[in-house]
């Protein structure tokens, strides 16, 4: 992988997504093994809105290479509260980290950050963006469960605002992979995911329930639909169970079909799904640690 | 003597933007930021015939050359027009308006939640793509009415 920073899934070409799943996987095989690949190394995490699996992940990963990392804290803590702007903020852990890893609230947040500073910057989500680095744990996942080519994978949920989707739908363009879009129509992929698609000439479907797609499907990717999107209730109520699946449900859908989510989950995933062969949502999120243990060397070796 | 030179005459020293879409010739004007106010003539030419574009409309703005932002944001809403640079009444230059590959600081980003939108010192840039222009930053695509996401003075 020949990349500075990680801001967007649609960076990482196929061979990109290889080395870094390959690495994974050598981390993967000894996650207990003392690593120590990167002595010393100091992580800035710079997380301006909640997270817990991408936080820790991140912090296991670095500790596990044998750095540390440094925290800003909550938002409320730090001095964004008098008025900082993101490039100064970067800017000043610039020189107190080697590596940042930032979440923002804003689209386009970590894009601008690798613009102010040298060291190597992953996007850990920014807004309805992108999450790139949730992106390679899930292609992870996928490709333990299925390999990566000769796939349908159905992505159901808010897929207007959901970044892991974004990220995902972009990332799996590199491979030969159907995939089928379900949402409300009020939550369909944004024009600019769509146009990705196609200029990759992705295959692509898109539909508004899951019932005639399911049993095509090797993979389904389930998001929470984010009740707050949505301009009034009633509104809400009408789709949100019609995306919600349970044990029942995927009993229609093949012996093998792996579910996978980003977690937090709600209620999309009723917890009977969990005592199925088809709940791979918590060994998707343990993906984590070695998927950006391989990431953070990479960008390091070539950050030189 | 043709119906189009009828109603807009030849300038001493000036501009004159031809082949503007038709009903484009008042955002243009705005785009440029011409009111008038300024004292400088300007003619303009609406639904006039065009055996290029059937119709189309034309600016004649005098004793004002346009700079290379002000022709890339034309570029981007009237990418069909011509752009003659007239001096002593003759036209010394004519040039086909060419859409560039990224414009930078001309338009906002409609998504509010773009960094962009936020207050940070850094200018908007939109790569231009077949689809209309797409926000660097956060991958918006502005598909229509990119007149009214202008960002220009």
Same mark, same amino acid.
């Given at each position: 992988?020949?990349?500075?920073?990680?801001?967007?899934?649609?960076?990482?070409?196929?061979?990109?997504?290889?080395?870094?799943?390959?690495? !994974?996987?050598?981390?993967?095989?000894?996650?207990?093994?003392?690593?120590?690949? *990167?002595?010393?190394?100091?992580?800035? #995490? *710079?997380?301006?809105?909640?997270?817990?699996?991408?936080?820790?992940?991140?912090?296991?990963?670095?500790?596990?290479?044998?750095?540390?990392?440094?925290?800003?804290?909550?938002?409320?803590?730090?001095?964004?509260?008098?008025?900082?702007?993101?490039?100064?903020?970067?800017?000043?852990?610039?020189? +107190?980290?080697?590596? %940042?890893?930032?979440?923002?609230?804003?689209?386009? !947040?970590?894009?601008?950050?690798?613009?102010?500073?040298?060291?190597?910057?992953?996007?850990?989500?920014?807004?309805?963006?992108?999450?790139?680095?949730?992106?390679?744990?899930?292609?992870?996942?996928?490709?333990?469960?299925?390999?990566?080519?000769?796939?349908?994978?159905?992505?159901?949920?808010?897929?207007?605002?959901?970044?892991?989707?974004?990220?995902?739908?972009?990332?799996?363009?590199?491979?030969?992979?159907?995939?089928?879009? %379900?949402?409300?129509?009020? #939550?369909?992929?944004?024009?600019?995911?769509?146009?990705?698609?196609?200029?990759?000439?992705?295959?692509?479907?898109?539909?508004?329930?899951?019932?005639?797609?399911?049993?095509? #499907?090797?993979? #389904?990717?389930?998001?929470?639909?984010?009740?707050?999107?949505?301009?009034?209730?009633?509104? +809400?109520?009408?789709?949100?169970? &019609? +995306?919600? %699946?349970?044990? &029942?449900?995927?009993?229609?859908?093949?012996?093998?079909?792996?579910?996978?989510?980003?977690?937090?989950?709600?209620?999309?995933?009723?917890?009977?799904?969990?005592?199925?062969?088809?709940?791979?949502?918590?060994?998707?999120?343990?993906?984590?640690?070695?998927?950006?243990?391989?990431?953070?060397?990479?960008?390091? &070796?070539?950050?030189? | 003597?043709?119906?189009?030179?009828?109603?807009?005459?030849?300038?001493?020293?000036?501009?004159?933007?031809?082949?503007?879409?038709?009903?484009?010739?008042?955002?243009?004007?705005?785009?440029?930021?011409?009111?008038?106010?300024?004292?400088?003539?300007?003619?303009?030419?609406?639904?006039?015939?065009?055996?290029?574009?059937?119709?189309?409309?034309?600016?004649?703005?005098?004793?004002?050359?346009?700079?290379?932002?002000?022709?890339?944001?034309?570029?981007?809403?009237? /990418?069909?027009?011509?752009?003659?640079?007239?001096?002593?009444?003759?036209?010394?230059?004519?040039?086909?308006?060419?859409? /560039?590959?990224?414009?930078?600081?001309?338009?906002?980003? /409609?998504?509010?939640?773009?960094?962009?939108?936020?207050?940070? /010192?850094?200018?908007?840039?939109?790569?231009?793509?077949?689809?209309?222009?797409?926000?660097?930053?956060?991958?918006?695509?502005?598909?229509?009415?990119?007149?009214?996401?202008?960002?220009?003075?």
């Amino acid at each position: 992988m020949r990349h500075d920073h990680l801001i967007s899934a649609a960076q990482l070409s196929r061979s990109d997504v290889e080395a870094v799943l390959d690495r !994974a996987g050598d981390v993967a095989d000894d996650l207990g093994a003392s690593r120590d690949s *990167c002595p010393g190394l100091v992580l800035g #995490l *710079c997380f301006f809105e909640p997270s817990t699996r991408t936080k820790m992940s991140f912090d296991a990963a670095a500790k596990r290479l044998g750095g540390s990392t440094i925290d800003m804290g909550s938002v409320e803590s730090s001095s964004v509260t008098k008025g900082e702007s993101l490039a100064d903020t970067v800017r000043v852990i610039e020189g +107190y980290a080697d590596a %940042i890893v930032l979440r923002h609230p804003s689209e386009g !947040a970590a894009k601008l950050a690798s613009e102010f500073v040298d060291v190597p910057v992953i996007n850990a989500g920014d807004g309805a963006g992108q999450h790139p680095s949730q992106t390679l744990l899930d292609l992870y996942t996928i490709r333990e469960e299925h390999g990566l080519d000769d796939l349908t994978v159905g992505i159901m949920g808010d897929l207007k605002y959901g970044r892991t989707v974004h990220s995902l739908a972009s990332a799996l363009a590199n491979f030969e992979v159907s995939q089928h879009f %379900i949402s409300p129509e009020s #939550l369909r992929l944004p024009r600019s995911v769509r146009f990705d698609l196609h200029e990759a000439g992705a295959q692509v479907r898109e539909h508004t329930d899951l019932e005639p797609v399911l049993s095509e #499907l090797d993979v #389904l990717y389930v998001t929470r639909i984010q009740r707050e999107r949505f301009p009034d209730e009633t509104e +809400y109520r009408a789709v949100a169970g &019609e +995306y919600q %699946i349970d044990a &029942e449900t995927l009993a229609a859908g093949p012996d093998d079909l792996t579910v996978m989510h980003p977690l937090p989950r709600v209620d999309e995933i009723a917890p009977d799904v969990d005592e199925t062969d088809h709940a791979s949502y918590f060994q998707q999120a343990h993906n984590g640690v070695p998927v950006r243990m391989a990431l953070l060397e990479m960008l390091l &070796e070539n950050h030189g | 003597m043709s119906d189009h030179q009828l109603r807009v005459s030849k300038i001493r020293n000036g501009t004159v933007i031809d082949h503007i879409a038709a009903g484009q010739a008042l955002n243009v004007l705005a785009i440029l930021g011409i009111d008038g106010s300024d004292g400088h003539g300007v003619s303009i030419g609406m639904n006039v015939s065009s055996d290029r574009l059937g119709r189309k409309d034309i600016l004649k703005v005098e004793d004002r050359e346009l700079s290379q932002s002000e022709v890339d944001v034309l570029s981007l809403i009237a /990418p069909e027009a011509t752009i003659n640079i007239v001096r002593d009444f003759d036209v010394v230059e004519k040039n086909r308006v060419e859409r /560039p590959d990224r414009v930078s600081g001309l338009l906002s980003c /409609p998504n509010h939640n773009c960094i962009t939108n936020a207050d940070e /010192p850094v200018e908007t840039a939109f790569d231009v793509i077949s689809d209309g222009v797409r926000c660097n930053y956060c991958g918006t695509i502005i598909h229509e009415g990119i007149a009214e996401h202008l960002a220009v003075e």
